[in-house]
């Protein structure tokens, strides 16, 4: 494999040196912006009169050599308004540009390089801080929601630090990750949960542990052009962020900032009470032609105690968030610095989320040629977190399904704990207990640090080298004293307690070492090329030990424990070594061109596929610059985009190549069975993506639009392909079947209004993608999902389906005349078996989108975002439980039970309720309802002083907002809340509600004092 | 330009490191090539094939006394459910599990039969035992499958391409093979010597005393009473098998003295919580609970002590749910999580039985004896029946008060043709469909040749 890495850097070397030796005075210097102060790239700097001309790199910098002194150079860039300066004498022109148009200046990072916006041939959606700074969002994932077209964020729960899912076009994958490829400061960092233990579907989030407010822009990769740059991994898209540096030229300033509020679920779950259910269960006991009485269920005894079990459990959350940042620089060195503290109550009584951050940036330019720079994120959180979802032991789960009939506490003010007689068994735990009395903590920790430096080798060509970790340390410290569902109910796994702890660390190493090379032809043919290499490396060290039979509840630690039988430690190290490239090619900024290729070599892909090359071409044509076009007066830009290529996706797991075989037990002896089959083959999953759009802007910029629709086609899919039995194996890890995403998306920005001080500004962005499984191993269903009743799971991946189907039997309604459920007889054989399970639904939207609406007058601001769904399916799986018709009489039932059937010729929807008849509680799409949402996600009214007031106290601004998020949600979903997702990060089971905690409403004051 | 080419050197060296990034070994996984070509592997592979066995064990118990009139419903997991309304599915993941478990068991045993000859330096007594203990492996998960489900894939290798789609082979040529296997094994099985104490060599690991009670077993179901009485009756002799004074110590503890072939769990390797886990199923969730009708059986006089098998607890009783629990299936820390798929007291019962079918009822060498001896252990009250059907029907009840839980009532119904007439009267939704497992429908859709092929009924 080395010589091919010899024969692309040889050809790199013959690219490299096309250098005009021409004979002159050397100039250099940095181009920054007015606005912000920060470094611009692409513009094109001449020497007048001439052809000799460079553009700036990705730092702002040029070199140039020109003829004499007395040269004058010239400046210019679309969007930016051009300039003319004498050089005089001088070595170093440094120069402060203003923008003309919106948006088109803006300063855009792609990856290893930085442009403006108006040289980009692909496909990118910047998100500015400015969007989501009065949204209490805990991390920089949750604050893309909405706010980007073609990027769909849902968040799974209303669980502080909880998981969210985040796509970009669609899901590429069944078996491997959906998850973009997050990178900060050029480290790609760790994502999804970051603990191991199960707490029954909500998940952390690593990226809770970066503050949003220490962002200065988040990109998204949406293309092949775009994407094919990180190669193996970019297939879901690139996510790119980048924390806040210092500016130069610009004084010292200082931002404080206050957040202060309160959290409350957004919507309680409307559930029977005692009398009410009582009722109905003494109705499902007759109707199975037993005696209620003698069951215990006795009108005005058992309903004696009615306890509200979602009031007892739920709380209104206190949310704070404290930061204070120092920001400044000069000409040769800039600063950021900040520390903040963020502490969010849950709305389930123990649980909560508490975080510390710091982060600095620092970047020295110590010579002309030489400039070198770091940045550190270190992070320190403590999450209190409680069952739910699927555990029967939830906090928020439980108490939906606890009979009313009994109270969490005894006349002694005592919690009831399980086996107490006067308590309902299982499988009821009292969620009181159960959320009081466990000890669920984990405790994350974040560093994430790199150091760079940057030598201009020769005028132009830049060799940059960067070293970064980012370094995890998670802690979990559980414990569950003998008063709870495991710790005393389950004998065999507590009995007296049970506690867990483990220890995890994960570390990735990464080098990155770049050579970017700017040049001009004579004659407008500007060239910015860039090659690198990057080796990743990375290691995932655990253990974790659990212990029982504590002496007393007093006695949490495992030091106590009487058995410590259970423990583990692990070690696992995967690697990428890469090398890459992208030339960059325009001609007098109106067409355009961009070739990118990535060539990774993976420790995940098969003996025999260890290497692959990920290349993408695109090209953009800037209409408005045509001389027929200048007759269009409002026209400001217009640039069309194609764009073509492949990327990869090699996040399919450790070692799922080999045919190994692992340690097993016998009666004390240790061996070794067999754990999977050998694939040499395995490799990558790959999309093709093909990408057409357009940027553009009118009216002076108060109108821009980006239109782009794709039609992306992955192959070699991971797939543990399922293999009979007879072999000995249940499947075999293969690259087997393709997905497609095709779909369209628009971006509009608006100002509508902007006079007479009053101005008001639109963002909308709207989202279709259209997925489907296009070819699997075989045409026969695979299910996933939930166990269900009747039919063997909840979901199915099926060819010519998307991801994310619902498979069930079909409900056709309640049968008048007996109350009984009746169910289309697919296979029409005269009865209703599995083979009746068809397609129900799907959870993935046809159409998503956000909308922003700001207006500021004197000071004064209002912002409106709202966001929505429309065309997915939920499936309301609590319903099978809570709305069961009388499958069990072991939980309370939803208000809509009252509607079932109770005599002939009742029309409803909701069958007769029977003691232990399953068959009316058949998993069937009466329990999949329409997801559709439309959300004010956030809105907030915000005042800035005047000027004049706080400038007299030494203060730059003062301000003070409110702010409201999932202040009101417009469904037809009959469930709390249709953006939960029970399997957090799952793909072919989204979209399942399963006694998921919904969302929370947040309303705050805050306060911003600049300094 | 020179420095450009000296960092190119210095890339193109960095490149050296590449191996230790792109292959790094895996800590918890051996591949392959490297798991069976020493002699020193032999063990570890061995083990892996008990392992294998030990994975069938609670499915099969599940199997044997859940799909019969054992058990109601007391919980919440769907699978249990279709065991507890007998409306068992072909979804059904117990069904599943079963199935892999057999062909999981089988594909360790091929391998060892394929590989094993082949490794140099084995000693020849190492190297036949463990053939002859593949033999036996083989034979036994073929006896329990196509007790199950019927006609089934017979798997001689480890061939993926043709096991991937196999056909049903008769039930006659599959139990032609196992015959054939136990025969193989029984020949080259060490013996152990009458009196031995040690659990390792009598109930851990195979002797040649086990595969006799195979057969026994064996014969049994072929209806050869005269072969299942001299089996049986040779187990019986051995001497290294004795009945424990009391049943309570059959129901409590591991490894008892009576104990034939016992699957054994340490306090590390509990199977916990897991779905098959037995008890996570009959005392943990209780998400199954003996039936009213066992628990009257149980409990009376003709039972005596082997009333241990099940317990009451007031503090369960409500609802539908009777209170009582099962009780052989304990927790590692009680010493008491292992699972019997073979003891002694079957042993008296497989002979009773088949001296019963031969006519000999009384006497020393009569049915009546060997239930006799059973039934003074327990504090039973002796029987005198005479009568040769009546012998017959004791021995039944026999089994249910002997043998409640491990995994035979089912089995037992069917071979001897009472499954419709017991079942239908105890669940309204019994059909003889269920005298058969359905192939679990994974396989019928993965594997070609069973597409089509499912059992009647499902």
């Known amino acids: 494999m080395r010589n091919n890495y010899r024969l692309f850097w040889g050809i ?124 209490p969002v805990a991390s920089f994932d949750q604050a893309l929601q909405g706010q980007a077209a073609g990027v769909q964020v849902t968040q799974s729960s209303g669980t502080p630090g909880g998981g969210l899912t985040v796509r970009v076009r669609g899901n590429t994958s069944i078996s491997a990750s959906n998850r973009p490829l997050f990178i900060v400061d050029g480290v790609p960092v760790e994502d999804g949960n970051l603990t191991g233990r199960d707490f029954g579907g909500q998940q952390d989030n690593a990226f809770a542990l970066f503050n949003p407010n220490d962002i200065e822009s988040i990109e998204v990769l949406k293309d092949a052009s775009a994407k094919a740059i990180y190669g ?34 957004i919507r309680r779950p409307d559930m029977l009470n005692a009398t009410e259910l009582l009722e109905l269960q003494r109705e499902a006991v007759t109707n199975a032609g037993q005696d209620p009485d003698q069951r215990g269920l006795i009108k005005g005894v058992t309903d004696g105690v009615n306890t509200d079990w979602v009031d007892e459990v739920l709380r209104r959350g206190v949310y704070q968030q404290y930061q204070l940042s120092a920001q400044g620089g000069n000409d040769k060195t800039q600063f950021y610095l900040s520390g903040s503290y963020r502490d969010e109550q849950g709305v389930q009584l123990n649980n909560g989320f508490t975080r510390y ?332 993506e093909a990408n057409i759009g357009f940027d553009a802007s009118f009216l002076n910029g108060r109108l821009s639009v980006t239109v782009d629709a794709y039609d992306n086609l992955t192959d070699n899919l991971l797939f543990a392909q399922p293999i009979p039995l007879t072999t000995g194996f249940g499947s075999v890890q293969g690259n087997i079947g393709k997905v497609g995403n095709r779909g369209v998306e628009l971006t509009i920005s608006t100002v509508n209004i902007d006079r007479g001080g009053i101005r008001w500004s639109t963002d909308l962005n709207l989202s279709h993608n259209q997925n489907k499984v296009v070819e699997l191993v075989s045409n026969e269903p695979i299910f996933r999902g939930y166990t269900a009743d009747g039919v063997s799971r909840t979901n199915v991946i099926l060819p010519g389906q998307p991801l994310g189907t619902f498979w069930g039997l079909k409900f056709l309604g309640v049968d008048p005349a007996t109350g009984n459920a009746i169910y289309d007889d697919k296979n029409g054989d005269g009865r209703i078996s599995p083979e009746d399970g068809q397609v129900i639904g799907n959870a993935q939207p046809k159409l998503t989108g956000g909308f922003t609406n700001r207006v500021s007058w004197k000071g004064i601001e209002l912002s409106v975002l709202l966001q929505g769904s429309y065309g997915n399916s939920i499936l309301n799986f609590s319903n099978t439980t809570l709305l069961n018709a009388g499958a069990d009489i072991e939980n309370n039932q939803t208000r809509k039970a009252l509607q079932r059937w109770r005599k002939e010729g009742d029309i409803t929807s909701v069958p007769r309720y029977e003691l232990g008849n399953s068959y009316n509680n058949y998993h069937s799409s009466r329990f999949l309802e329409d997801g559709s949402f439309v959300r004010i996600k956030n809105l907030t009214v915000g005042y800035n002083l005047p000027r004049q007031w706080v400038t007299r106290y030494g203060m730059t601004s003062v301000r003070f907002y409110a702010s409201a998020t999932n202040l009101y949600t417009l469904t037809r979903y009959s469930g709390p809340d249709p953006e939960v997702s029970t399997l957090d990060g799952s793909t072919v089971s989204q979209g399942i509600d399963f006694f998921t905690l919904p969302q929370v409403k947040t309303i705050l004051g805050g306060l911003s004092i600049v300094f | 330009m020179r420095s450009v080419r000296y960092i190119t050197v210095l890339l193109l060296v960095s490149l050296a490191s590449c191996q230790t990034v792109l292959e790094p070994d895996p800590v918890d996984l051996l591949v392959d090539e490297l798991v069976l070509n020493e002699p020193n592997d032999v063990q570890p592979v061995r083990l892996g094939m008990y392992n294998a066995l030990r994975g069938t064990a609670a499915s099969t118990i599940i199997a044997g006394d859940f799909t019969a009139d054992y058990i109601q419903f007391n919980g919440t997991f769907t699978d249990n459910r279709e065991f507890g309304n007998k409306q068992i599915t072909a979804a059904n993941s117990v069904v599943n599990t079963l199935w892999g478990a057999l062909y999981r068991t089988i594909y360790v045993a091929n391998f060892i039969l394929e590989t094993l000859p082949g490794v140099a330096g084995v000693p020849e007594s190492t190297r036949k035992q463990v053939l002859a203990e593949a033999h036996f492996m083989r034979a036994w998960a073929n006896f329990i499958g196509t007790y199950t489900y019927g006609d089934i894939p017979q798997v001689t290798s480890t061939n993926q391409a043709a096991n991937r789609n196999i056909g049903r082979t008769a039930r006659a040529t599959i139990l032609a093979s196992v015959l054939a296997d136990y025969q193989a094994a029984l020949a080259d ?73 016992e699957v054994g769990y340490s306090l590390s390797d509990d199977p916990g919580t897991t779905a098959t886990s037995l008890n996570n199923l009959l005392v943990g969730r209780r998400e199954v609970i003996p039936s009213n009708q066992l628990i009257t059986t149980l409990v009376s006089t003709e039972a005596g002590t082997r009333r241990e098998t099940i317990g009451f607890n007031v503090q369960n009783l409500r609802g539908s749910d009777n209170g009582w629990s099962v009780r052989k299936y304990g927790t590692a820390s009680e010493d008491n999580n292992n699972i019997v798929l073979m003891r002694l007291a079957e042993m008296y019962l497989i002979r009773a039985e ?42 039944e009840r026999e089994r249910v008060y002997e043998l409640a839980f491990e995994g035979h009532r089912w089995y037992d119904l069917v071979r001897t043709g009472r499954a419709q007439a017991v079942m239908s009267a105890f669940s309204p939704n019994w059909t003889s469909r269920f005298e058969l497992w359905p192939i679990p429908q994974s396989e019928i859709q993965q594997n070609p040749a069973l597409a089509g092929k499912q059992n009647p009924g499902y």
């Open chain 1, 357 to 688: 951050t710091a982060q600095f940036k620092f970047d020295q330019k110590a010579t002309s040629k030489l400039s070198f720079g770091a940045n550190i994120t270190a992070s320190y959180a403590k999450n209190k977190r409680v069952k739910g979802d699927n555990f029967l032991d939830g906090v928020y789960s439980g108490a939906i399904k606890s009979l009313p009939y009994y109270a969490p506490y005894n006349e002694q003010g005592r919690l009831y704990g399980p086996n107490d007689p006067n308590y309902a068994g299982f499988p009821n735990f009292n969620p009181v207990g159960q959320a009081v009395l466990p000890r669920f903590v984990s405790y994350t920790a974040k560093f994430l640090g790199g150091v760079y430096g940057e030598y201009e080798i020769i005028p132009n060509l830049r060799f940059r080298t960067k070293a970064s970790v980012d370094y995890n340390n998670i802690t979990e410290d559980n414990f569950e004293p003998s008063s709870t569902a495991i710790g005393g109910f389950l004998e065999s796994v507590g009995g007296q307690g049970y506690g867990d702890f483990s220890n995890t660390t994960l570390a990735t190493l990464i080098s990155t070492n770049t050579l970017a090379y700017n040049f001009q032809l004579p004659g407008k043919h500007r060239f910015s090329t860039l090659a690198g290499f990057e080796v990743l490396s990375r290691q995932q060290r655990s253990n974790n030990v659990q212990g029982r039979l504590f002496p007393s509840d007093d006695f949490t630690y495992i030091r106590s424990a009487g058995v410590v039988d259970q423990g583990d430690s692990y070690l696992l190290n995967s690697g990428l070594i890469s090398t890459f490239g992208e030339v960059r090619y325009d001609y007098d900024e109106k067409y355009l061109a961009t070739i990118t290729a990535r060539y990774d070599g993976s420790s995940r892909f098969g003996k025999d596929r260890q290497f692959g090359v990920f290349p993408s071409a695109s090209v953009a044509w800037r209409l408005s610059s045509e001389p027929f076009m200048q007759r269009f007066r409002f026209l400001n830009d217009l640039k069309l985009r194609a764009s073509y290529g492949f990327t990869g996706n090699e996040r399919i797991g450790d070692f799922q190549f080999l045919g190994t075989w692992a340690s097993v037990t016998y009666s004390g002896s240790t061996g070794v069975g067999p754990s999977a089959l050998v694939n040499p083959l395995l490799q990558w999953e790959r999309t093709r």
């Open chain 1, 232 to 265: 193996s991994r970019a297939a879901n898209g690139v996510v790119l962020v980048t924390t806040k540096r210092g500016r130069s030229g610009q004084k010292t300033t200082f931002t404080a900032d206050v957040q202060r509020g309160l959290t409350e679920i």
């Open chain 2, 189 to 261: 099985l060490p013996a152990v010597a009458a009196g031995s104490t040690n659990v390792t060599t009598n109930a851990t690991y195979l002797n040649k005393a086990t595969c006799q009670a195979a057969l026994a077993r064996f014969y049994l179901y072929q209806r050869n009473w005269a072969q299942a009485e001299t089996l049986a009756g040779q187990v019986i002799a051995s001497g290294i098998y004795a009945l424990e004074t009391n049943y309570s110590d059959v129901v409590l503890k591991d490894f008892t003295r009576e104990s034939i072939l």
């Open chain 1, 12 to 135: 790199l070397l013959l690219l490299a040196p096309v250098q005009l030796l021409a004979q002159g005075l050397r100039i250099s210097g940095r181009v920054t912006s007015e606005q912000d102060g920060q470094p611009v790239p692409g513009v094109n700097v001449v020497v007048k009169g001439t052809t000799t001309g460079i553009s700036t790199d990705a730092s702002g910098n040029y070199s140039l050599t020109v003829p004499g002194a007395n040269t004058v150079l010239l400046f210019t860039s679309i969007g930016l308004v051009s300039q003319e300066i004498n050089a005089g004498n001088r070595t170093v022109v440094n120069v402060v540009m203003k923008e003309t148009v919106n948006e088109l200046a803006q300063v855009v990072v792609t990856g290893y390089n930085t442009t403006q916006r108006k040289d980009i041939t692909g496909s990118v959606t910047s998100v500015s801080p400015d969007k989501f700074k009065n949204i």
């Open chain 2, 354 to 395: 088949a001296r019963a079918q031969q006519g000999k009822i009384t006497g020393a060498a009569g049915a009546v004896a060997d239930l006799n001896v059973l039934r003074t252990r327990a504090n039973a009250p002796a029987i005198a029946l005479t009568a040769q059907a009546d012998v017959v029907l004791a021995v």
